[in-house]
C-alpha cells in the first residue's frame, strides 16, 4: 500500500510540472500578444496623423482648382483680345472689305474666339490604412481562470510541488480535479463486479466508510451514555421504569456481534484508562466447535498462521470464526460491530487495557501464556510470554490465568493461575516474569490495594490469602526469581466462604487523608473490600481491624455470586452481579441491610426471562457507567444522578455504622 500511495504522489507530482510547464508557455504566449497589441496601437497612431493630413489635403484642394480656373479664363480672355485687334486691322487694311469674301456680299462683323484648352485630367491618389480602437483593461475583466493561472504561474517549482504533497496527504486526490477528463461510468460484468468487490482496496475502503457512518449514527446513543443531565430526579423515571428496577439507569444499550461471539461466554471485561468511549472485552473459545465438523484446538493451528487482516476489519479469515481465544474492543457509538478483533490460540481468560500505551491490550491464556496485541499489526499477538510446561521448569504459569492487575502505579503486571502460583512482571519485559511465589493449592481471583500495594488472593476453597508489598521495583528485567514477598493466611473460620471465591475488589480510590497501615491494610474506610462466592453471599472485610467479614450479605434468590465491585467515584457505593442476571446497587452510608435497588435488583436482559446469568461486571473510572456481561453480550448501563451524586461524608457514616453496631471499636 505504501508502495502505491508513493507511486500515486510522483505520478500526481508529474502532472503537476507538466501544468505548470503549460501555464507558463500560456503566460510567454499572452506577453507576446500584449507586445503585437502594443504595436498595433503604435500604428494606429501613425495612422490618425495620416489621416488628418489627407483630411487637410481635401480641405486645401478646391481652393488652388479656383486659381487654376482663373489664371486658365484669363488667357483665355488675352487671346480673344488679341483675335479682335488682328482682325480689325485685317479689315481695316483691306478697306473695310474681306478679301475672300465675295462682290456683292455684306459684310459681317463677326469676332472669332478661340476653342478652349481642355481641362486637365484629375489625378488619382490611392491611399490605405487600418482602423483601430482604442480600450481599457477594465471593459474586460479577466476570467477566474487566468486569475488562477496567474498565481500558479507565479509560484516556484518547490512552492508547487510542496502544496500538491499537502493536498495528496491530506485527501489522496490529485489537485486542480476541474482539470480532469469526466471519464464514462464503466458497467462491469458479474466476473468484474466480483473480483473488485473482494479485492482488498474495496475492503478496506468499506470497512473504514461504514465504521465512519455508524459512528455518526450513534452519536446520539454515545451522548446519552457518555452525559447526564446533573440534578435531574427520578420522578418521571420511576413512573415509567418501575417494574424492573431501571428507575435507576438513566440509559443501557446492548453489545454484541453474533457472528464472531456466537456460542461463546464473556471471561473479562475493562474500560480504556485513556478513551473513556472504548471497552475491552474477552472470550472463550466456542462451546460448540465440535458439533461443526471441527476438532476442539483444529482452530488454534490456522489461528498461528501469518496474518496480514487488519483488527479493524470485521471480514473474518477462513478458520477465525472458531479460534480458541478472542478478545474485543467495543467503542459505545457502534452496539452493532467491534472496534476492533483479536485471535489467540489459546482461549482469553482475561484482558486489560495498557495503561498508558492506548494501542495496546494485554490478555492472559489458558495456556498460561500472557500476550500483547497491537491495533496496529493485525489480530495476531505480537509478544508472547515463555510457554512453560511442568517438564520445562520454567517460572511461567503452567495452568490457566484466572486473574491479572496492575501494580506499582502501572510499571508491573500481576497474574494468578490456577495452581496457586503468582506471577509478577515488568511491563517492560513480559517474555518471563520477574517474581514469582506459590500462594495455597489454587486461586481463583485476586485484587491490589493501590495505597499499601497489598495483593489480596482468593481460592477455590474460599480462603483468603493476603501477599504484602516487598517495596522494591520490579524493573525491567525478568529471570523468574523467588518473591520475598510476605505470604498471610487471613483466618476466618467458620465465617469464611463456603466455596470457591468468584470475585475480590479493594477501593481504588485513595484516600481523602492520612491513615495509617495495619497488617498491610489503611485503616479506616479506604481498608474495606468486597468478596463473592459461589455460597450466594458478599462479604465485607477490613484486614487491618479483624480477620472476620464485618458483614455477610446474603441472596434472597440463593443464586450464586459472579462479581462483586466498589465503585471507583464513590466511597460507599458498590454493585453485585448474581447468576440469576440481576444487579443490586448498595450504598452502605445509607443502609447495611437492604442495597438501594431492592432484593429484586436490576434485571439486565431486556426480556427478563432469558435466564442468563452475569459473568462479569466493571465500574468506568468516572463511576457513572457499568459494564455488564451476560453470556456472549455485553450492556452498558448508565445510572441516574440520585444514584451516583455524593453527600461529601459517607466515609465516616460506614465507620459509624460499623462502630455503632459494635462490629469495630471506636478510635
Not at 507565479?154 to 504533497?165: C, F, G, K, P, V
Not at 484446538?297 to 477462513?318: C, E, F, I, N, Y
Amino acid at each position: 500500500m505504501a508502495d502505491e500511495a508513493r507511486a500515486q504522489r510522483q505520478k500526481a507530482l508529474a502532472e503537476k510540472r507538466k501544468r505548470l510547464d503549460e501555464l507558463r508557455a500560456r503566460r510567454e504566449q499572452r506577453a507576446t500578444q500584449a507586445a503585437t497589441n502594443a504595436a498595433n496601437s503604435t500604428a494606429t497612431r501613425g495612422l490618425s496623423t495620416n489621416i488628418e493630413e489627407y483630411i487637410d489635403g481635401l480641405l486645401k484642394t478646391p481652393t488652388s482648382a479656383a486659381a487654376t480656373e482663373t489664371s486658365t479664363q484669363s488667357e483665355a480672355a488675352a487671346t480673344s483680345t488679341a483675335a479682335v485687334a488682328a482682325t480689325a486691322a485685317s479689315t481695316t487694311v483691306n478697306g473695310g472689305k474681306d478679301a475672300s469674301q465675295p462682290a456683292g456680299a455684306t459684310p459681317n462683323n463677326v469676332i472669332a474666339e478661340a476653342a478652349p484648352a481642355p481641362p486637365a485630367a484629375p489625378v488619382k491618389q490611392v491611399e490605405t490604412f487600418e482602423a483601430g480602437t482604442q480600450t481599457f483593461e477594465d471593459d474586460f475583466p479577466p476570467s477566474s481562470e487566468t486569475d488562477d493561472d496567474d498565481l500558479v504561474a507565479n509560484q516556484s517549482d518547490d512552492e508547487i510541488i510542496l502544496t500538491s504533497n499537502d493536498m495528496l496527504d491530506s485527501s489522496n486526490k490529485p489537485a486542480l480535479e476541474e482539470d480532469e477528463e469526466v471519464v464514462a461510468a464503466k458497467i462491469l460484468t458479474a466476473e468484474e463486479m466480483e473480483r473488485e468487490v473482494t479485492s482488498q482496496t474495496f475492503a478496506s475502503f468499506l470497512n473504514t466508510a461504514s465504521k465512519k457512518v455508524e459512528r455518526v449514527l450513534g452519536s446520539p446513543m454515545l451522548a446519552d451514555l457518555l452525559y447526564d443531565v446533573v440534578g435531574d430526579t427520578d420522578s418521571k423515571r420511576s413512573e415509567t421504569k418501575a417494574s424492573d428496577g431501571s428507575k435507576f439507569l438513566s440509559s443501557r444499550q446492548i453489545y454484541e456481534c453474533p457472528k464472531w461471539t456466537a456460542n461463546r461466554d464473556v471471561t473479562d471485561v475493562d474500560w480504556s484508562p485513556l478513551h473513556r468511549e472504548l471497552m475491552l472485552t474477552s472470550y472463550h473459545m466456542p462451546s460448540s466447535s465440535a458439533s461443526l465438523g471441527q476438532p476442539v484446538g483444529a482452530s488454534a493451528v490456522k489461528a498461528v498462521s501469518s496474518d496480514d487482516t487488519p483488527s479493524s476489519s470485521l471480514a473474518p479469515r477462513s478458520g477465525e470464526l472458531l479460534s480458541d481465544g478472542l478478545a474485543l474492543i467495543w467503542s459505545l457509538a457502534m452496539p452493532n460491530r467491534p472496534e476492533h478483533i483479536f485471535t489467540c490460540g489459546s482461549p482469553v481468560t482475561t484482558a486489560r487495557f495498557h495503561p498508558t500505551e492506548s494501542p495496546l491490550v494485554i490478555g492472559g491464556c489458558q495456556s498460561g501464556q500472557v500476550v500483547v496485541w497491537d491495533v496496529r499489526a493485525g489480530r495476531m499477538p505480537v509478544q508472547k510470554s515463555s510457554l512453560t510446561t511442568t517438564a520445562s521448569g520454567g517460572k511461567g504459569h503452567t495452568h490457566p490465568i484466572c486473574s491479572m492487575e496492575y501494580i506499582e502505579g502501572g510499571a508491573g503486571l500481576v497474574t494468578g493461575a490456577s495452581d496457586g502460583r503468582i506471577n509478577f512482571w515488568s511491563l517492560a519485559n513480559l517474555r518471563d516474569p520477574a517474581e514469582s511465589l506459590q500462594v495455597g493449592t489454587s486461586v481463583s481471583c485476586l485484587s491490589v490495594s493501590p495505597e499499601s500495594e497489598t495483593l489480596v488472593c482468593g481460592d477455590e476453597t474460599g480462603t483468603l490469602f493476603a501477599v504484602q508489598s516487598s517495596q522494591t521495583s520490579l524493573g525491567g528485567g525478568g529471570g523468574g526469581q523467588r518473591s520475598r514477598r510476605q505470604v498471610r493466611k487471613i483466618d476466618a473460620g467458620a465465617e469464611a466462604h463456603f466455596g470457591m471465591i468468584t470475585s475480590i475488589c479493594t477501593k481504588t480510590q485513595r484516600a481523602a487523608g492520612r491513615a495509617g497501615i495495619s497488617k498491610g491494610f489503611l485503616r479506616g474506610a479506604g481498608g474495606l473490600f468486597l468478596t463473592a462466592g459461589v455460597d450466594w453471599t458478599v462479604k465485607l472485610w477490613s484486614p487491618a481491624y479483624t480477620d472476620k467479614p464485618l458483614l455477610s450479605l446474603v441472596s434472597h434468590s440463593y443464586d450464586y455470586m459472579s462479581d462483586v465491585q466498589w465503585s471507583p467515584a464513590h466511597p460507599s457505593l458498590c454493585a453485585t452481579a448474581s447468576s440469576n442476571g440481576t444487579i443490586c446497587l448498595w450504598n452502605f452510608a445509607s443502609s447495611l441491610e437492604e442495597p438501594i435497588t431492592g432484593f429484586d435488583g436490576i434485571v439486565v436482559e431486556p426480556d427478563g426471562g432469558s435466564g442468563r446469568g452475569l459473568n462479569k461486571l466493571k465500574w468506568s473510572q468516572d463511576g457513572r457507567r457499568m459494564i455488564v456481561a451476560s453470556a456472549d453480550r455485553v450492556h452498558v448501563l448508565s445510572l441516574a444522578e440520585d444514584v451516583v451524586r455524593q453527600k461529601g461524608d459517607e466515609s465516616e457514616k460506614i465507620m459509624s455504622h460499623f462502630q455503632s453496631r459494635g462490629l469495630l471499636d471506636r478510635e
